[in-house]
């Protein structure tokens, strides 16, 4: 019986050693280079989800814009910042490919990059930064209220992380995808293999 009990000790002790593993995978997983996807992944909702809405920004030309100048168009919009050492250079070159491999028909969807980091974000310093991408890529920065107000109406996360002398940002990693009237289709995780990403734009351009 003794050595009985001790299998059975053992047997659990393995089950709550794999779940710990599991756990600390997943964390790692969605939790990247001081960036992080939004707790539940809305990448295979299918039902309406109350996300996007009105906002009111600058694009990296210098120019006030609303979300009804994007109307008509789908759109592909990302939360990032400038100072990003590897979530957004490779989500912005990411989604530059996949538009490539679309050809022509990618002209009609609207890439969007808004800051989460208005403070160091101005449109000068956007513009700078997005000469390195696909040129369809619109910068937007604003106050950090109208920054505050477009991340609400997207359900996306961002937060001040300090560091030596300075600070980074947590934000969501993943691109929310938008119909051409405005509401929400789906989202691309940061993670996402390219022929998945590549089927939900082709999908949301219908």
Excluded at 33 to 48: F, K, M
Excluded at 59 to 80: C, I, S, Y
Excluded at 151 to 174: E, I, N, R
Aim: hydrophobic letters at 40%.
């Amino acid at each position: 019986m003794p050595f009985l009990k001790w299998i059975r000790y053992g047997a659990w002790a393995a089950v709550i050693l794999i779940s710990f593993t599991c756990a600390a995978i997943l964390l790692g997983w969605w939790r990247v280079d001081g960036s992080r996807v939004a707790a539940e992944s809305q990448s295979n909702i299918s039902a309406p989800v109350d996300i996007g809405g009105p906002f009111s920004l600058t694009d990296h030309r210098g120019k006030a814009v609303t979300d009804k100048d994007f109307v008509g168009k789908p759109m592909a919009v990302f939360f990032g910042f400038t100072h990003c050492p590897e979530v957004c250079p490779t989500t912005l070159v990411q989604l530059g490919n996949l538009t490539k491999q679309i050809g022509q028909a990618a002209d009609k969807l609207q890439i969007l990059f808004i800051t989460v980091d208005p403070e160091r974000d101005t449109p000068e310093q956007m513009a700078l930064y997005l000469e390195s991408f696909d040129p369809r890529v619109v910068g937007l920065s604003g106050t950090r209220e109208q920054v505050e107000a477009a991340l609400k109406a997207y359900k996306a996360y961002a937060k001040k992380v300090p560091t030596d002398g300075s600070y980074t940002m947590d934000h969501t990693a993943s691109v929310y995808l938008m119909n051409a009237d405005g509401s929400f289709r789906t989202m691309i995780d940061y993670h996402e293999e390219d022929s998945s990403a590549l089927a939900k734009i082709r999908m949301v351009l219908r």
